[in-house]
């Protein structure tokens, strides 16, 4: 037996070779789950490789820049109102020693400026915060010697003329105690306020 | 079967191989040319700029740099390019796409006036060169050379925009002027 052993060594041999030629081939063989996966890389490749060449495949074409880069800027409204040599502000406060003692039939007018501090152009209303038992008119450019035109301003606005942007303007305010006021003002003292409001308008 | 008869065999197959690609030994035959040498060229397509547009507001020129733009306004930006197209056969769009809007800063203001502008664009095109097709913004050629395509690009601010829209900024971007060639009638 021993010497039978002996007399074969070679497929022993062959035996401990072959397995891991047979590993190997095994590792190797495709499967088919291996040959789609490599079919699908392939696909992919051709894919890819078409995607890089792309502007081979195009129609004919051409495009230009239009060089209109540029930063536009919005403009803005503002307006202030200054009475004789005070500050211009959001408001003003004229005093009342003008319209002092004032009787039935009285139209006594005070002069103001606005000014627009913004770069649109606008147009202007005028209204009373509260009515009042005298009458209020308003327009623009300096006082006259007589009574302004035009229905006298109520809580209600009333179109009060334009301004340009960044113009200046004056503007006359008047007071009119009417002729037939009842005696119930006499020595009476009325508050009133003025609210001017500026609209911006296309250009 | 000895050498002598392989080698005779073998010298036989090479000669029948041989005879039989020689013209000589044929059917009758002629051949003629059909037609003469042509040339052909291939057409082109292309779109170059011309000259610096102009920036308008209504008629005046304008500085945008300098414009202050209020609600109400139309900015236009036009400028001129040449289009060179030659092909018997070529139909091709035409197409213009504004610029981009966006805010110069993260200012409410910037953000504000870039949400209230709109930017759009619009073409016209002179000359005979091209013809417009039964598609819209499709042109034939009629005949090759260079046809003048004048872009207008437009910034409107829509009037009645809110407060905050005020004294902000915004960067209007380039645009793009476009051909391509279709099949499309």
Known sequence: MTGSRAAHPGPRRHRATRPLVRRLLVALRPTPRAALGAVAALGAGILVAAGLAAGSYAFLNSQAVVTSAATIKSGNLGLTVR?????AGSSTTIPSTAWGAMLPGDVVGQQFTLASTGTAGSTLTARLSASSAWDIRIASGTCPAGQLGGAPLSTAAATAGTIAGGATSTFCVQAALPAAAGAAVSGTTADFSIVIDSTQVPS | MNKLTKGAIATAAGVILLMGGAGTLASWNSSANAGSSQTITAGSLSVTAGAAGVWK?????????SFRIVPGDTLTYTQTFNLVASGDNLLFTLAATPGAISAASAASADVALAAALTGS????????NIAASSSPNTYKVTTAGTTVVTVTMTVAFPYASANSTQLGAVSFGNGAVT?????TP
């Open chain 2, 121 to 128: 664009s619009t073409f016209s095109v002179a000359g005979s």
């Open chain 1, 83 to 87: 009475y004789g040599a005070g500050a």
């Open chain 2, 179 to 183: 051909v391509t060639q279709t099949q």
């Open chain 2, 57 to 65: 507001s209504g008629s005046t020129t304008i500085t945008p740099s």
